[in-house]
């Protein structure tokens, strides 16, 4: 699934391959050089600056929280 949307820092647009289901996951923009994170959501696409996000859609946190085992 490709989701078209904008850095959180500079507004560059993207389109980016998620390969499914809802976990978020890191997108790096090539134009500002700052990660952020995208979380599919229900209706649309959740986009987080990193120090923003929650731990819940934060990639690295979940891992810590939940462990790394990739059910969800
Ligand atoms: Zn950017």
Known sequence: MT???NCPYCE???AVNHPGGY???YV???ACDNRF???PARQG???F???????CSDPECRELEYGA???D
């Open 45 to 47: 696409v959740a986009v």
């Open 28 to 30: 790096d923009c090539a």
């Open 37 to 39: 994170i995208m979380e």
């Open 23 to 25: 976990a978020p996951i």
């Open 69 to 71: 085992s990739g059910n």
């Open 12 to 14: 560059e647009d993207h």
């Open 3 to 5: 989701y078209s949307l």
């Open 49 to 55: 600056k990193i120090e923003d996000a929650p731990c």
